[in-house]
């Protein structure tokens, strides 16, 4: 019998960088971090603010997108701090999350403008 030679080859997949979905409640935490590192109040406050009071978000909803967020790369702890005996952890944006944010801004306004200035025609409703 004579020894035969096997190869392994390991087929790896090109890795295709996903595109994330940005939610408005996402779109207004990324937002709320422009100016630098917040905390989980001050993001709620200021995504409250940033939408006019569209988005109004809850401690189990922020937390779930920012946990999300972190996991995508679009969002990263910068610290914590104790404050009154409990911990404040502050977070900011990273590089791909003003990417992410500036692409979904660039988004909303291409949308925007293939309605704006249009006469959207009302259709009867049926009877």
Do not use: N, W
């Not at 019998?1 to 790896?12: D, E, F, Q, V």
């Not at 295709?16 to 917040?38: C, H, M, N, W």
């Not at 989980?40 to 809850?58: C, D």
């Not at 006469?119 to 409703?125: D, F, K, L, S, Y």
């Amino acid at each position: 019998m004579g020894s035969s030679i096997y190869r392994c080859l390991i087929y790896r997949p090109p890795i295709y960088k996903i595109p994330v979905r940005v939610t408005e409640q996402t779109y207004f935490v990324l937002a709320s971090l422009i100016d630098g590192p917040l905390h989980g109040y001050a993001i709620v406050s200021e995504a409250t603010e940033l939408s006019g009071g569209r988005v109004r978000l809850s401690a189990g909803t922020l937390y779930g997108a920012l946990d999300r967020l972190r996991r995508d790369g679009l969002v990263e702890e910068a610290g914590e701090e104790k404050v009154a005996g409990r911990r404040r952890r502050y977070y900011r944006l990273t590089e791909e999350g003003a990417d992410a944010l500036t692409a979904e801004a660039a988004r909303m306004r291409a949308a925007a403008r293939a309605v704006e200035g249009r006469r959207i025609a009302r259709r009867p409703r049926p009877a």
